[in-house]
């Protein structure tokens, strides 16, 4: 089978060619704040996680769901399921800001919102 006539050929001696790595569980509103619950528990992290992506810009979702894709594309991911969360309810304008910033690294992805039973603002959640 001949290749078409529009095909780049690259010399592939002694080299070793293998698929896109995809990325099945990823959670890119948090890469702006790589680090800073790296000593935490769990415990500490699950509930005081979602305040420090409470009241993020447009812009922030962006950057931080692109500073993601970049780090992952480097390391030779080419497609990503995302866990996104955002609060206190997702909404289309920030899912659509986390979108566009993998789609302009150039990754392919999957958006999917996390819900919970309880918003974290409720009073009966805050009074147990």
């Not at 790589?34 to 409470?54: F, H, M, R, S, V």
């Not at 480097?74 to 609060?87: L, M, Q, S």
């Not at 206190?88 to 150039?106: F, I, L, R, T």
């Amino acid at each position: 089978m001949a290749a078409p006539d529009t095909a780049t050929i690259f010399e592939a001696a002694d080299r070793m060619a293998m698929p896109g790595l995809i990325n099945a569980h990823s959670h890119g509103h948090g890469a702006l704040a790589k680090g800073l619950g790296d000593q935490w528990t769990l415990e500490l992290l699950l509930n005081a996680g979602p305040w420090i992506n409470a009241g993020r810009m447009l812009e922030d979702k962006y950057l931080s769901a692109q500073l993601n894709a970049a780090e992952m594309v480097r390391k030779g991911c080419t497609a990503v399921y995302d866990f996104y969360a955002e609060f206190p309810v997702p909404s289309p304008e920030g899912m659509h800001a986390v979108a566009s910033a993998y789609a302009d690294v150039g990754m392919r992805a999957v958006i999917a919102p996390m819900v919970a039973d309880r918003s974290l603002s409720s009073k009966r959640y805050l009074d147990c």
